[in-house]
């Protein structure tokens, strides 16, 4: 039976605790570290406090029944959930910035020479148009004494004559051997006669911002520091950004750790290498013998190795370079699973937290975080949506609680936990969104973790598919798949549960409450995952568009504002040219531009360029080059409120 008295009271607890969240951005200074470890002690202590009751108050009794099975299954699962956000709310206390030490040390070397830098960017299988925007943004950075390496593992001979075209290198080896990592490695071996000082290594999507050398460059003043790390920025939306609409209201998956996770690391000294958009000293790599080969993510390992060497990885938090995000769903979860399977695979290597190797505690425990995160969130996602069904078709009650203690206990400590991430990270932990991001490759990424823990060795390179043709509607029917059976199975169970007592019981009490609210939540995740299997066409879009003053000339010139920009034309406000016209436009760091309109619609008018190659290399540079950041950092919360919305009504 639900007590309204001991509810109201409960209730109470979560208006108090909303209440000090209206207070959190007044009083804690999130770059304070007194200020988040108060934060982020308090809620330990509750995830503590409610994983105690948990385990004293809403578990079956021992014994060999199916209640007491389930229950304590989840608790366990929980347990792991909880000790991995502790582990994280612990790294979360701490937090660092290094963009006023890189802009105090610009220029360290002083009248020596300016140090030899070598670009590396290994390729397989992308389209030209990628390769394209790298390889130029590469040549456009500020640094004259630079040399670019294009490493092609696809042996193509259209790109062996674009690079001697552009005048860079091109290196083609006689294998594939050990995937990326073996392909630096051979391009690092070549180099060994006539070594540069530094090394840069980009992934073929991603395009370098022209000052990436020289504030990165700037925290090599210690002569400690082995590798910098910068955060991944993306100028097109990711699929659950794009298939959701929220591509203008919330952030890419990867900003909580680029923007708030690696930052925090960092001041623990165990931020670690992302692969891409990361330099290197010559030194060092050479000091421990190239990338490790014995991981799919052989950046994190090279990291851990780096330090058991006594070489030092620091993050510059500042948007360096911008890249690709997979625009296909299937690639959005191949790419996440390759990550899980590579930590598993340091974990169990020679360098895993319970190995001989000499390294520090701290590092054991980066590695341990880490692997946690992949082993416990994917399967505890997966479970959150089974075990309700238990209690629908079966009668077994995994969770045999109270309304009250459900919001005292649990209310109490999701809405804390909810209030200060969100805090901490530009408000970046959005319920349900969040929780389909991570369920649409928990199957895949869960397999991934236990296969990697278990059978660590013999699994090849996964490449993540990038460009390509995205100009129609597909469904992703495998993947939509089980998550349309569950969808089905939630609702049949809870449409049983409301008008009938044949399948759940109502002796149950609270406790079928509890599986209600529970059940409808999951409702709502397993719908929008569904939604999200349903890939909308792309086309080509810079998420960083921001309105920009322009000149047409239609006859005469005017001034107009461009709305959005991309290599094939753009959309102006301020003139109405009918279709077919021809005009030019001139636009700042590109020059004059010919081009056809497309027509007027209330949007304003579009146009198609002709440009020049000339013309065509400086779109590119202003698009992809310039020091700025792609995309949105925090989400916004009404503007997501209002695209989600229009995206599901319109799905209807």
């Known amino acids: 039976m639900i007590h309204l008295g001991e509810t109201a009271s409960s209730f109470m607890q979560v208006v108090l605790v909303a209440g000090l969240a209206l207070l959190i951005p007044i009083l804690a200074d999130k770059e304070r570290t007194l200020h988040r470890a108060i934060l982020l002690a308090t809620a330990s202590a509750l995830a503590l406090r409610y994983l105690w009751w948990r385990a004293t108050e809403t578990v079956a009794p021992l014994g060999l029944t199916w209640d007491w099975a389930a229950s304590w299954s989840l608790l366990a699962l ?32 002083g009248a020596a020479p300016e140090p030899r830098v070598a670009i590396l960017i290994a390729t397989y299988n992308e389209d030209r148009e990628v390769l394209e925007r790298t390889i130029l943004g590469s040549l456009g950075l500020r640094h004259a004494s630079k040399t670019i390496h294009v490493l092609d593992d696809g042996k193509r001979d259209w790109l062996r004559d674009y690079c001697a075209r552009r005048g860079v290198d091109y290196v083609r080896r006689p294998d594939n051997r050990d995937a990326k990592a073996g392909n630096i490695n051979h391009a690092l071996d ?17 395009v370098p911002h022209r000052g990436f050398l020289s504030r990165t460059l700037a925290l090599f003043h210690d002569p400690t520091v082995g590798l910098v790390q910068t955060p991944q920025h993306f100028f097109n939306a990711d699929p659950i950004q794009h298939n959701l ?3 203008r209201s919330y952030p890419d998956e990867q900003r909580f750790f680029f923007d708030t996770m690696e930052p925090c690391r960092d001041a623990w000294d165990i931020a670690f290498c992302c692969g891409t958009s990361s330099i290197a000293r010559w030194e060092a790599l050479r000091a421990i013998g190239g990338f490790p080969t014995e991981s799919v993510t052989e950046d994190f390992m090279l990291t851990v190795v780096l330090q058991s060497a006594g070489w030092r990885t620091v993050y510059l938090d500042e948007a360096l370079t911008e890249g690709l995000a997979p625009e296909g769903l299937k690639e959005y979860v191949t790419q996440r699973a390759r990550w899980c399977l590579g930590m598993m695979q340091i974990a169990r290597s020679k360098v895993g937290p319970f190995s001989r190797a000499p390294i520090r505690l701290r590092d054991r425990w980066s590695v341990l975080d880490a692997g946690a995160y992949w082993l416990t969130t994917f399967p505890f996602r997966i479970a959150a949506l089974v075990f309700p069904l238990l209690y629908w078709y079966f009668d077994i009650l995994v969770v045999d609680a109270r309304v009250p203690d459900v919001i005292s206990h649990f209310g109490v400590y999701y809405l804390w936990t909810l209030v200060a991430l969100n805090h901490l990270s530009r408000g970046n932990v959005v319920p349900v969104i969040n929780d389909v991001s991570q369920l649409v490759g928990a199957f895949q990424i869960s397999r991934a973790a236990l296969v990697g823990l278990f059978r660590p060795h013999g699994h090849p390179f996964t490449v993540t598919a990038k460009g390509g043709d995205r100009s129609r509607i597909q469904v992703q029917w495998h993947m939509m798949a089980p998550f349309a059976a569950l969808l089905a199975l939630t609702l049949v169970g809870l449409g049983l549960g409301i008008v009938s007592d044949r399948f759940a019981f109502f002796d149950a009490g609270d406790g ?21 299997c349903i890939e909308l066409p792309r086309a080509e879009r810079h998420v960083a568009d921001a309105p920009e003053r322009a000149e047409l000339i239609h006859g005469r010139p005017r001034p107009v504002w461009i709305s959005e920009l991309t290599t094939q034309g753009t959309r102006v406000d301020g003139a109405e040219i009918p279709k077919g016209e021809q005009v030019s436009i001139r636009i700042a760091e590109v020059g004059e531009v010919a081009a056809t309109s497309l027509g007027y619609r209330t949007s304003g008018t579009t146009l198609l360029f002709h440009c020049t ?6 779109l590119q540079l202003k698009l992809y080059a310039e020091d700025n950041m792609p995309g949105i950092a925090g989400a916004r919360l009404g503007s997501l409120v209002r695209d989600l919305g229009r995206k599901l009504a319109f799905t209807r």
Not at 83 to 99: K, V
Not at 192 to 205: C, G, K, N
């Open 78 to 109: 929980e347990t792991l959930s909880v000790i991995g956000s502790i582990s994280a709310f612990t790294m979360l206390a701490r937090t660092r910035r290094r963009s006023a030490e890189a802009s105090a040390n610009l220029g360290w070397w």
């Open 190 to 206: 070549a180099m060994a006669a006539d070594p540069p000082d530094f090394v840069v290594v980009l992934d073929a999507d991603f």
């Open 245 to 247: 609409n929220l591509s």
């Open 512 to 532: 079928k409450a509890v599986v209600l609210f529970w059940t409808i939540y999951n409702v709502a995740v397993l719908a929008l995952t569904v939604v999200v």
């Open 613 to 618: 190659s000339e013309q065509l290399d400086a």
